[in-house]
């Protein structure tokens, strides 16, 4: 009886922990509305951000984990990304083309 009750509540930890990963690797759509090249600052139009707490659309600047993303795309770009938030604001930490 012990033994599922530990196999039960193992499978209960390993889904919430993947749970968890999903959501914090969840993609986002938006747009490209600006990039600031200098700064390493994008700014994107995008809907509901669920991974970031944001359950409203918005357009918002970014910072990005990599600057050579900003090469890559380009003003009107419809892309994907995933986000997280750092203490010095949100930072774009994967981003691509939108098929």
């Given at each position: 009886m012990n033994r599922i009750i530990n196999i039960t509540a193992a499978?209960?930890?390993a889904a919430?922990?993947?749970?968890?990963?999903?959501?914090?690797?969840a993609s986002?759509?938006?747009e490209v509305k600006k990039i600031d090249e200098g700064a390493g600052k994008i700014t994107l139009k995008?809907?509901?951000?669920k991974s970031l707490g944001m359950d409203d659309p918005m357009t918002m600047v970014y910072r990005v984990k990599d600057?050579?993303?900003?090469k890559q795309v380009?003003?009107?770009?419809?892309?994907?990304?995933?986000a997280e938030e750092a203490p010095s604001?949100?930072?774009?930490?994967?981003?691509?083309k939108a098929k």
């Open positions: 499978l209960a930890l919430s922990v993947a749970t968890g990963a999903l959501a914090a690797g986002i759509s938006g995008h809907g509901p951000a600057a050579a993303m900003l380009k003003v009107g770009d419809k892309v994907t990304f995933e604001g949100y930072t774009v930490t994967k981003m691509e």
